[in-house]
């Protein structure tokens, strides 16, 4: 059965960090890309980071460039999303998905979806 599965997330001030994980099962990186998104207390979800190709390019939001990376470990079939000079906005519950590369990023093909895990940044 193919899974997405987040961890990572917490309570953190103002200005601190966090490494959120996406581990994947039943499937390869081969096969399908993995984007981030959040969605926070009465917004529409939003697109926060991705793999634009599959060469390793990256796509992120306009509100987290220069602070979040997203990067992966093919040996471990994990997607991480580091989270750097983290801002109370950014409190939101995070999910990663899974989407056929064919498709651009964050599209609304996204095909498998982890359950999130909030995060909660205090000013």
């Known amino acids: 059965e193919v899974q997405l599965a987040e961890s990572g997330g917490g309570f953190v001030q103002a200005g601190g960090s966090l490494r959120l994980s996406c581990v994947a099962s039943?499937?390869?990186?081969?096969?399908?890309?993995i984007d981030w998104f959040r969605q926070a207390p009465g917004k529409e979800r939003e697109g926060v980071a991705c793999?634009?190709?599959?060469?390793?390019?990256?796509t992120y939001g306009d509100s987290v460039k220069g602070r979040f990376t997203i990067s992966s470990d093919n040996a471990k079939n994990t997607v991480y999303l580091q989270m750097s000079s983290l801002k109370p906005e950014d409190t939101a519950v995070y999910y990663c998905?899974?989407?056929?590369?064919?498709?651009?990023?964050?599209?609304?093909?996204?095909?498998?979806w982890g359950k999130g895990t909030p995060v909660t940044v205090s000013s």
């Open positions: 998905a899974a989407r056929e590369w064919v498709y651009s990023c964050w599209t609304d093909s996204m095909i498998y």
């Open positions: 039943e499937f390869t990186f081969d096969d399908y890309a």
């Open positions: 793999f634009s190709t599959s060469l390793g390019g990256t």
